[in-house]
């Protein structure tokens, strides 16, 4: 398993143990961060990425994936319009 994967996986059963403390009211949002290493704002929206989804396991950072090299996406925003602009002031 690599490096990564174990740290995370530890990262999200010690994030688990601080929720479920901090739902039962034993944890502030700051110590429940202080524990984890990151801040009360960062833990408040763990906290609601894990209970909409009911895990932090998976699913990435919500941003689309890029498409595959070589793949047409269209032009780029603004860039034809950009250049066109530049030629007409020279």
Do not use: N
Request: aromatic content about 6%; overall charge positive.
């Amino acid at each position: 398993m690599r490096r990564t994967t174990v740290l995370w996986e530890a990262f999200v059963t010690r994030f688990e143990d601080a929720w479920d403390r901090h739902k039962k009211g034993r944890l502030t949002a700051e110590e429940a961060g202080e524990l984890l290493g990151v801040s009360a704002r960062h833990f408040r929206q763990l906290r609601v990425r894990y209970e909409e989804a009911g895990s932090l396991r998976g699913g990435g950072c919500g941003r689309a994936a890029r498409p595959p090299v070589g793949q047409d996406v269209g032009p780029a925003r603004g860039g034809e319009r950009a250049r066109s602009d530049a030629s007409a002031i020279s």
